[in-house]
């Protein structure tokens, strides 16, 4: 064939198709199952539920992503900038600074992290099969859906619980307790706190996955193809058993304690979780909630683990946990200046009922 006829012929033909790319598998480990082990993160900037006033917007603009992630490179840039020493300690209470993020200002500003060292929140949108998405919560528009007709509001079940008076420690919040994180690190379902420690290992075994959460160092067991626990006992992270269809790890959730509410269900929620490693340095997480008594239908969300460069170390809570004694003593003190203020006011209140003594005649 001549070359003029083979390039009318291509011509004719038009460029072969690109093939598209066989969609990733994960290696097996020594066990045969696909590889999850490692350490991950989830630390984002996006947020479990959307932002007001996006509606059903699922994801963000590219123009958006590059502004949200300038912004937090800005703050990243700004908090490693080195402390004038002669400033003096930061200001009791903290310091909400203008244009700070809401997160942080709710979280008490300052508060104990006066340079960026002490914050790792993350720095980019999360991409789900490479979307910028405006939150982890799918349903229609990123909320939690409306309870049924007649459910239990959440303050209902809890609220003696976390009235968080200073009484005694256990009136107060777990994670000022160094029992789990502040935020859902451990789950179900497992979320990013938004300030630091948002890291994971997985270790795999034939009849078991361990993850290691680095918040609190928490370390939650996954029991494969076994049978939920029915003696009523509610451990801290549920009772979690898990099977593999295929390349997912699917993992089902029962007997949440009180204290580990999710969105004001507890007692029969199930939490249906599904780990698929869908890149060499991705793992995408889906979860389900299911609680027939609150909502009318199931519902849940997405998002995908990325690979840390790094290891885990141990995150001594309890050693370095000179809050809780501090909120303690701090009430005592207080008490003691409130009694002490009693007495006087009972004192002063006693001379004034008091007769006067007749004065003698001179």
């Known amino acids: 064939m001549s070359k003029p006829v083979l390039i009318a012929l291509v011509l004719a033909l038009g460029a072969a198709p690109a093939l598209a790319a066989p969609p990733f598998k994960a290696p097996r480990n020594i066990y045969g199952q696909p590889d ?3 350490n991950w993160s989830n630390a984002t900037l996006t947020p479990e539920t959307r932002p007001p006033g996006l509606g059903t917007r699922a994801t963000f603009t590219e123009a958006e992503v590059k502004k ?4 937090a490179s800005s703050e990243v840039e700004q908090g490693n900038v080195s402390i004038d020493p002669t400033l003096g300690a930061p200001k009791v209470g903290g310091e909400v600074k203008a244009g700070i993020r809401p997160e942080y200002a709710a979280a008490g500003g300052a508060v104990g992290g006066y340079d960026r060292g002490w914050l790792e929140p993350g720095s980019t949108v999360m991409r789900v099969r490479g979307e910028p998405r405006t939150s982890f919560l799918t349903t229609p528009d990123g909320q939690v859906p409306k309870r049924k007709a007649g459910a239990p509001a959440p303050a209902g079940f809890n609220m003696a619980m976390y009235r968080n008076s200073a009484d005694n420690p256990e009136t107060r919040a777990l994670g000022e307790r160094c029992i789990m994180s502040f935020g859902r690190n451990a789950g179900p379902p ?4 938004g ?12 009849d078991t996955v361990a993850i290691l959460v680095e918040m609190v160092h928490d370390l939650r067991m996954i029991r494969l193809n076994g049978t939920h626990r029915t003696d009523g006992i509610r451990p801290w992270m549920g009772d979690s058993i ?3 269809e295929g390349e997912t790890l699917v993992v089902e959730t029962t007997n949440i304690p009180m204290r580990q509410a999710y969105r004001g269900s507890w007692e029969n929620l199930k939490v249906t979780e599904r780990f698929t490693r869908v890149a060499k340095d991705r ?3 889906g979860f389900q909630i299911d609680d027939p008594t609150l909502w009318d239908a199931p519902w849940g969300g997405e998002y995908e683990f990325s690979s840390l460069n790094g290891e885990i170390y141990e995150y001594a809570c309890h050693e370095g946990n000179y809050a809780l004694p501090g909120i303690l003593a701090g009430a005592r003190a207080e008490e003691a200046e409130a009694a002490a203020k009693a007495a006087e006011a009972a004192k002063a209140a006693d001379v004034a009922k008091t007769p006067a003594k007749p004065t003698k005649p001179s």
Do not use: A, C, D
């Open 36 to 38: 999850l082990s490692g």
């Open 68 to 71: 949200f992630e300038t912004q």
């Open 190 to 193: 497992m979320f990013p706190n």
């Open 195 to 206: 300030f630091y420690n948002n890291n994971y290992k997985f270790v795999q075994g034939p």
């Open 242 to 244: 898990g099977r593999w």
């Open 283 to 285: 793992i995408h997480y």
